[in-house]
């Protein structure tokens, strides 16, 4: 069955500091590709998606591509800052699942000042 | 306005009780869910309806009930609670049922057995 698998937290930065979390998935069809971050207390909120091979998400300065060939869809940021400090989800969605999101694990991120 | 609520944000409740858990959407969308997010934030989906409809029925104890009044509300009504019910429950809505919409959550309802 269709899995998303993500780089396991917590992950510590400094401000500023560059950021990758990984996330490779596994689909029998053309899965649309999301990530969502989670702030304390809140519920999921979506930061980006993509919904076809080599298409760019991008949003609050974060991107990731939706990379076919290696099954992968990296979630990168440049330059941190305190307030990304959260809990981000990659998650796929496949075409023949009546819109069900599968969820990767969830890494937790916190950065320092 | 808020667009995806749920009420109430907490619940604390002893084991057996039943207790509800109401979630409305103002967003105008057709897809309703309700996830559990476990204690090491593992989210997993449990049902979808679309316009009333259920379509997604995940391995769910038949203690779980969903019901949707009408295409804005899902309820969620939990018979015999236990202790591993113990969670965070996240209602969410979607604008349609196809796989590229994004899902809109509410702020969860934490639920708590004693």
């Known amino acids: 069955g269709d899995s998303v698998t993500q780089m396991e937290g917590p992950v510590t930065l400094s401000e500023e500091a560059f950021l990758t979390i990984n996330c490779t998935y596994t689909?029998?069809?053309?899965?649309?590709l999301f990530w969502y971050v989670q702030y304390p207390g809140e519920g999921l909120q979506l930061l980006l998606k993509?919904?076809?091979?080599?298409d760019k998400g991008s949003n609050k300065g974060f991107e990731a591509t939706y990379r076919k060939e290696t099954t992968s869809f990296h979630l990168e940021k440049g330059s941190v800052q305190v307030s990304d400090s959260a809990v981000y989800f990659c998650?796929?969605?496949?075409?023949?699942?009546?819109?069900?999101?599968?969820f990767g694990s969830g890494t937790r991120l916190s950065i320092r000042p | 306005d808020t667009a995806v609520s749920q009420t109430p944000k907490y619940l604390v409740t002893q084991m057996g009780n039943d207790k509800s858990i109401k979630c409305e959407q103002n967003?105008?969308?057709?897809?309703m869910y309700w996830y559990k997010q476990d204690s090491k934030k593992f989210l997993k989906i449990m049902f979808s309806?679309?316009?009333?409809?259920?379509?997604i029925n995940e391995t769910v104890p038949n203690r779980f009930s969903p019901k949707s009044p009408d295409k804005a509300h899902l309820n969620l009504h939990i018979n015999s609670l236990e202790l591993g019910d113990s969670a965070v429950y996240f209602c969410?809505?979607?604008?349609?049922?196809?796989?590229?919409?994004?899902?809109?959550f509410g702020d969860g309802t934490r639920l708590s057995i004693l």
């Open positions: 969410a809505s979607s604008q349609t049922v196809n796989s590229n919409q994004p899902q809109h």
């Open positions: 689909a029998t069809g053309y899965p649309s």
């Open positions: 993509a919904t076809k091979a080599d």
């Open positions: 998650a796929l969605s496949d075409p023949g699942s009546a819109s069900k999101i599968i």
């Open positions: 967003l105008g969308h057709d897809t």
């Open positions: 309806y679309n316009n009333k409809e259920l379509i």
